[in-house]
């Protein structure tokens, strides 16, 4: 087998692992380093190398990658004013047997969706039972923060 099309092979695998078995790893970028050098290599932009110089290549491209897709990438997982921001200021509903304890995290439903969630640390509430009515005043890190009460309006 070539070099030009093991590099295509291994980093055709590599993509492929990052989709289907370790999405969020990064093997995404190497896979696409494989496929940089594998056809550059092909078309005889790049001379062939020996092994280091092969593998040298490899982590270059790895790295270019990394720096041209990681922000792009990032945004499209986490679109800035995306994820879940429009359920802040809405009611859900404690999913959870033992009820919110503070200081625990425990589930929420929100709109059919079971959730992460805390009491919010400046909740006097000790307990919020299942199946309660909770106020939903943040999300942080995957966490909802919520109490028993809406905020007073002024």
Do not use: C, H
Request: glycine share 14%; net charge neutral.
């Amino acid at each position: 087998m070539s070099a030009s099309i093991f590099w295509l092979a291994i980093g055709a695998i590599l993509v492929l692992v990052e989709v289907t078995a370790l999405p969020g790893v990064g093997v995404f970028f190497a896979g696409l380093g494989g496929i940089t050098l594998g056809g550059l290599m092909t078309v005889g932009i790049i001379e062939k190398f020996d092994y280091t110089g092969q593998l040298a290549m490899f982590m270059l491209f790895t790295g270019i990658w990394w720096v041209v897709l990681w922000k792009p990438l990032k945004n499209v997982k986490n679109p800035k004013g995306g994820g879940y921001k429009n359920l802040v200021g809405t009611y859900g509903v404690v999913d959870d047997e033992d009820g919110l304890i503070p200081g625990k995290i425990g589930y929420v439903r929100w709109s059919g969706t079971r959730m992460r969630a805390r009491i919010r640390p400046e909740s006097q509430v000790e307990l919020i039972e299942n199946e309660t009515a909770i106020w939903i005043y943040e999300q942080k890190d995957g966490v909802l923060l919520v109490d028993d009460k809406e905020p007073k309006k002024n």
